[in-house]
Structure formats: structure tokens, C-alpha cells
């Protein structure tokens, strides 16, 4: 499979994000709204991706108890999202139970499933940060224990920083899908991503998708920016 471009919509208005998205044009194809976004904005944006024929990865992170989380991914099914994310650290419960719900209410809907993953480590965090949270192991067995109770609960993939998708592919085969944020091209600021690799390197590990946000969207010519990444990828 192709190393995919998902583009980072960091914006706190519509208006901004569309006008991207509509720079773009046809060159991408998935794009992420996250939570500053959809707070902001709800539904409608993710309604205005959809007529534009965009595939949305919703990226809210849920965590919280089971019948939470599932209440508020109907919004996610309801709105045809291509994907959307909660972190693994949330246990093996609510990640089944997610899962169940997700493909029982879509079928209920008659509409497609939407593709659900979970948050391993975020791509800001390092060793340090993990151990001042009691987690004793090493950060790349830890990825790797969250990816694996991922996969066992029923998920889809996960989200990894690029540096760990080489070992959850041995482990957990290469059809389990890596979404991978903290992809810097050797052009751009790292910002605050610690574990960064470019996109070229980023493909060579055969990660699945690559999220980049402000490399693209604090270009001064987005499209320029975005097919240049896109050309690493070939």
C-alpha cells in the first residue's frame, strides 16, 4: 500500500479551513479536523468536507467511559467520517465496546463503518514524560503494548509517531493501519514534535498515512508546500 497524505486542519474558523481545503483543490484528499476545529465549528464543517468529496479522520481523541465515548461517536458515523481515534489508555473495555458499537450503529444506519484507531503515545511526548506517569517501560514498547491491546479489541490502527511503525508492522501485520503525525520535511520547523521524521522516511517504513499540518498551512504557497510532500511519496 501507498504512504498516504492526510492534511492537519489547524484553523479556528471554517472559512479558514475551507479556503485551504479549496486551495488544494484535487492534489489531496484526506484532511484531519481536530479538536480546536470541531469545537468550534461542529458538524458543518465536517458536513462541508463531505460535499467536496474529502474523507475526514475525525481526531477528538475520546477518552472517557464506554457509553460516553460511544454517544459521542454517533456523531462520527452519523456525519460519514472515514475515520476517528480515542487512546488506547482508555483499556481493552472501552476500546470493544467502541468497536462493537461503531460497526452495530452503522449497520443500524445502513452507511458505511467509519475506521476506528487509537492513540498509542502522542508524538509530543518522550521517555521522560512517560515515566513521571508511572509507566516504566520504554517508549517503544509501550506504543507497542497499546498498538497490540489495539488490534486484540478490534481496532483498525493506530496512531504512531514514525519511528515505532517499523516493529508494530512485524508484530501486528501490515494490513493494521499506522496514521503517523511528527512528519517534518527536512524544510519545515519540527515545532513541538519530538520524534520526527521526514516523509521520504516516513514511506521507506511503510507507515499508511502521514498526518502534516503546519509545514502546509503556514506555507506561504499551501499547494506549492503540499506537493512537494507529495512528491517525497512517490
Avoid at 502522542?122 to 506517569?133: I, R, Y
Avoid at 514511506?203 to 506555507?219: C, F, M, N, Q, W
Wanted: net charge neutral; charged share 35%; aromatic share 6%.
Amino acid at each position: 500500500m501507498e504512504t498516504r497524505l492526510i492534511v492537519a486542519l489547524d484553523f479556528s474558523s471554517k472559512e479558514e479551513a475551507l479556503r485551504l481545503v479549496d486551495e488544494l483543490s484535487d492534489a489531496v484528499e484526506y484532511y484531519k479536523v481536530g479538536l480546536e476545529l470541531f469545537s468550534r465549528e461542529g458538524r458543518e464543517i465536517l458536513r462541508e468536507l463531505s460535499k467536496r468529496g474529502k474523507k475526514v479522520f475525525l481526531d477528538l481523541k475520546y477518552h472517557d467511559i464506554p457509553n460516553t465515548v460511544k454517544s459521542a461517536a454517533k456523531v462520527a458515523i452519523e456525519e460519514g467520517v472515514w475515520l476517528y481515534n480515542l487512546h488506547a489508555l482508555g483499556g481493552r473495555r472501552l476500546m470493544e465496546e467502541v468497536s462493537r458499537f461503531n460497526r452495530e450503529y452503522a449497520e443500524k444506519l445502513g452507511v458505511n463503518r467509519p475506521l476506528v484507531i487509537a492513540v498509542t503515545v502522542l508524538t509530543s511526548m518522550e521517555e521522560e514524560d512517560l515515566k513521571e506517569l508511572g509507566i516504566e517501560r520504554k517508549l517503544e514498547e509501550e506504543v507497542l503494548n497499546l498498538a497490540r491491546l489495539s488490534k486484540e479489541a478490534g481496532l483498525d490502527g493506530v496512531v504512531c509517531s514514525p519511528r515505532e511503525v517499523k516493529e508494530v508492522k512485524e508484530s501486528l501485520g501490515s494490513d493494521f493501519l499506522t496514521i503517523t503525525p511528527g512528519v517534518r520535511p527536512s524544510w519545515a520547523k519540527k515545532n513541538d514534535q519530538k520524534r520526527v521524521l521526514t516523509p521520504k522516511e516516513a514511506k521507506e517504513l511503510k507507515t499508511d498515512y502521514i498526518v502534516v499540518g503546519r509545514p502546509i498551512t503556514r506555507a506561504p504557497n499551501p499547494k506549492e508546500a503540499a506537493l512537494k510532500i507529495l512528491k517525497e511519496l512517490l
